[in-house]
């Protein structure tokens, strides 16, 4: 298993559909799922995105079935803090630093100060 939770568009869309049948899946109805969704994927195609996910540890394969081994927020959570470790030393200070680089609002800067009182809180 890689530490990357990197995925690509097109993982990206088989995610989708297992977050929203939220249970395993025969891949048959996926690719029938992924047809709907206006992908005309052969069967190896859609074998290949699996492999690359399990690969990933985001999916979970089990003969003709798969499902999603993270909700979307964890994944999400995963893919930010590789983000922060890779780019910024794993320090958010480094990030938050880089991310303010730019004008922020006064709305934005409140919901970060609530942000921070509720990690406070959390201690």
């Given amino acids: 298993m890689k530490d990357s939770y990197n995925i690509t568009d097109a993982e990206r869309e088989v995610m989708e559909v297992l977050w929203e049948a939220g249970e395993s899946v025969r891949t ?3 690719l029938d799922q992924m047809k709907l969704r206006g992908r005309s994927w052969k069967r190896q195609t859609l074998n290949t995105l699996l492999a690359r996910l399990d690969e990933k540890g985001i999916v979970i394969r089990k003969r003709a079935f798969v499902e999603a081994a ?8 995963k893919q930010t803090q590789g983000l922060v470790n890779h780019f910024y030393g794993g320090k958010l200070e480094n990030f938050c630093a880089a991310f303010i680089g730019k004008e922020l609002q006064p709305s934005e800067v409140e919901k970060l100060n609530a942000l921070v009182d509720e990690i406070q809180k959390r201690k």
């Fill in 28 to 30: 048959g109805v996926l």
């Fill in 70 to 77: 993270f909700t979307e927020k964890e994944l999400f959570t």
